[in-house]
């Protein structure tokens, strides 16, 4: 793992840590403001309101599992973006893995007579934010000239067309399909994954943003924020409850 990295996760770790205490803190001054406005009676209108129309009604129901489901999809991009900054790869399931595409090179055609020429399949094109699912490649002598393959580079994932393929030397030339000149050469070991043409168009933002250092920071915030706030609503739910017990008990 590079220093850089180790470095980042500690201060991301501090600054989480900062943002909750300062959250708690300021979440612990409301409760303690409401909970004496509580007792004094304050609010025995609004809850006698509330305790009439059954305050969890379905719309309420539906808000607690809508905002568990974001926290849940938060949670991992979170987790994707940690595992990438650690590992320096995407999750792999079942050997299929879904990478994000960074660069426009396998967007178009740079000129339309390659694409006639060779025959390519232009359905195995992607745009910048797409997210593509790719599958381990296991046959590494039988890689098929035209398809799309990524091969890593320099510890990332180049993802473009095989153009040759010569089995004896090993080696690999690829190109992308808007780029006019060939990749360095590659060879066979460095070839990973093969593209099985499925993708999923432009939602690779939101993943792309939470590789990213200060999206692995801001994500670490707004979870922290958010769990802090279902804590809070629950202890304001059971300073409620308490008062409504005093208020029906007492008549």
């Given at each position: 793992?590079?220093?850089?990295?180790?470095?980042?996760?500690?201060?991301?770790?501090?600054?989480?840590?900062?943002?909750?205490?300062?959250t708690?803190?300021?979440?612990?001054?409301y409760?303690?403001?409401?909970e004496?406005?509580?007792?004094?009676?304050?609010?025995?209108?609004k809850l006698?309101?509330?305790?009439?129309?059954?305050?969890k009604?379905?719309k309420?129901?539906?808000?607690?599992?809508?905002?568990?489901l974001?926290?849940?999809?938060?949670?991992?991009?979170f987790?994707?973006?940690?595992?990438?900054?650690?590992?320096?790869?995407?999750?792999?399931?079942n050997?299929n893995?879904?990478?994000?595409?960074k660069?426009?090179?396998?967007?178009k055609?740079?000129?339309?007579?390659?694409a006639?020429?060779?025959?390519?399949?232009?359905?195995?094109?992607?745009?910048?934010?797409?997210?593509c699912?790719?599958?381990?490649?296991?046959?590494?002598?039988?890689l098929?000239?035209?398809?799309v393959?990524?091969?890593?580079h320099?510890d990332?994932i180049?993802?473009?067309?095989?153009?040759?393929?010569?089995?004896?030397s090993?080696?690999?030339?690829?190109r992308?399909?808007?780029?006019?000149a060939?990749?360095?050469?590659?060879?066979?070991?460095?070839?990973?994954?093969?593209?099985?043409g499925k993708?999923?168009?432009?939602l690779?933002?939101?993943?792309?943003?939470?590789?990213?250092?200060f999206?692995i920071?801001?994500?670490?915030g707004?979870?922290?924020?958010?769990?802090s706030?279902?804590?809070?609503?629950?202890k304001?739910?059971?300073?409620?409850?308490?008062?409504?017990?005093v208020?029906?008990?007492a008549?």
């Open positions: 793992m590079k220093s850089i990295t180790i470095i980042t996760i500690v201060v991301v770790a501090l600054l989480t840590c900062i943002i909750f205490l300062l708690w803190l300021a979440y612990s001054s409760l303690k403001t409401y004496v406005e509580v007792k004094h009676g304050e609010h025995d209108e006698k309101k509330e305790y009439v129309v059954k305050k009604s379905r309420g129901v539906i808000g607690i599992i809508g905002s568990y974001v926290l849940t999809l938060l949670l991992g991009l987790t994707s973006g940690i595992v990438y900054r650690v590992s320096g790869n995407n999750l792999c399931i050997n893995t879904a990478l994000v595409i660069s426009g090179s396998m967007s055609f740079y000129n339309d007579d390659i006639q020429e060779y025959n390519y399949d232009t359905h195995l094109q992607f745009d910048v934010g797409d997210i699912i790719f599958e381990k490649v296991q046959d590494k002598d039988s098929v000239i035209g398809e393959y990524g091969y890593k320099n990332i180049i993802t473009h067309r095989l153009v040759s393929f010569n089995i004896d090993q080696e690999c030339r690829f992308g399909d808007n780029n006019n060939y990749d360095s050469v590659v060879y066979l070991p460095n070839v990973i994954y093969h593209y099985v993708k999923i168009p432009s690779g933002v939101f993943v792309l943003y939470a590789q990213s250092y999206g920071w801001s994500l670490a707004i979870m922290v924020i958010a769990i706030s279902e804590i809070v609503y629950h304001i739910d059971k300073i409620n409850k308490h008062r409504l017990k208020l029906f008990y008549k």
